[in-house]
């Protein structure tokens, strides 16, 4: 039974883009034979292609969804991509580090990021300004999505909404999500399965005016991932205007 659902079937196999990936062995010799000898990008495309594989499952089982296994596959690769940026570590990590840097003046910078769990998935953002003092900051919930690449996006897209209704009108968001910032930023339109929240982003995003998505290293995004990890507590969930909530307190002291 589950070598037919995660690996034999026609909508598996195109998944995988082989049609004998286990090539005869049972699911549990599969996997052994798989990990063994696996670099960490083999372990990665495992684990999203089984992922990717039973989200899509459930999806005709309960939400009546038709197969696609172009969108899958590509479903798998971005979230392949995600676990990678997210998890990634490096030789020398002293080296790659990446301190925070303040915006030019009349401009705001806000920091985005989403955090995932097999429960739940959240966001935090910190906005600071040109002196890199605390302006602002929000975190929430984001129910019934576990999928980081998927977080990521929407967290933006909440953020987003929140600035509009705070008037500003100049804003640098920034994200640790290469992913995301490369599909705001491309010139044609995202058709994968995180397309349409991308497209709502730039709708946002021209509504207020002049904003700018830019990439940046884990440790200049600190306080927002930070943020996001700690909405998991209620004292943690919600917004904050002028004084920064005890979480992210220390990014702010003198």
């Given at each position: 039974m589950m070598e037919h659902l995660f690996c034999d079937?026609?909508?598996?196999?195109?998944v995988w883009g082989d049609v004998n990936i286990r090539q005869r062995r049972d699911i549990i010799g599969f996997l052994?034979?798989?990990?063994?000898?696996?670099?960490?990008?083999?372990?990665?495309?495992?684990?999203a292609a089984f992922w990717t594989i039973w989200l899509w499952r459930n999806d005709v089982v309960w939400n009546n969804k038709i197969p696609d296994v172009v969108s899958a596959h590509d479903q798998m690769h971005r979230q392949r991509l995600g676990w990678k940026e997210a998890y990634r570590t490096t030789e020398h990590p002293?080296?790659?580090?990446?301190?925070?840097?303040?915006?030019?003046?009349?401009?705001?910078k806000c920091n985005v990021d989403a955090a995932s769990s097999v429960e739940v998935a959240s966001f935090g953002?910190?906005?600071?300004?040109?002196?890199?003092?605390f302006v602002a900051a929000k975190s929430g919930r984001i129910e019934g999505v576990i999928d980081p690449y998927m977080a990521e996006a929407i967290g933006?897209?909440?953020?987003?909404?929140?600035?509009?209704?705070?008037?500003?009108?100049s804003i640098i968001i920034e994200s640790n999500c290469l992913s995301f910032c490369n599909a705001f930023n491309s010139s044609t339109f995202d058709l994968s399965y995180v397309g349409?929240?991308?497209?709502q982003c730039l709708s946002i995003a021209r509504d207020i005016g002049n904003v700018r998505v830019t990439h940046v290293k884990r440790s200049a995004n600190c306080v927002a991932h930070e943020l996001a990890r700690?909405?998991?507590?209620?004292?943690?969930?919600?917004?904050?205007?002028?004084?920064?909530?005890?979480?992210?307190?220390?990014f702010f002291t003198q």
């Open positions: 079937c026609a909508f598996a196999e195109g052994n034979h798989s990990l063994g000898s696996a670099t960490e990008e083999e372990t990665a495309r495992l684990a002293a080296r790659q580090a990446v301190t925070w840097k303040p915006p030019p003046r009349h401009t705001v953002a910190v906005v600071r300004d040109h002196a890199g003092d933006v897209k909440e953020t987003l909404t929140w600035l509009k209704e705070q008037h500003h009108r349409l929240i991308v497209k700690a909405t998991g507590s209620t004292a943690a969930l919600g917004v904050w205007i002028d004084i920064p909530p005890a979480c992210i307190a220390r």
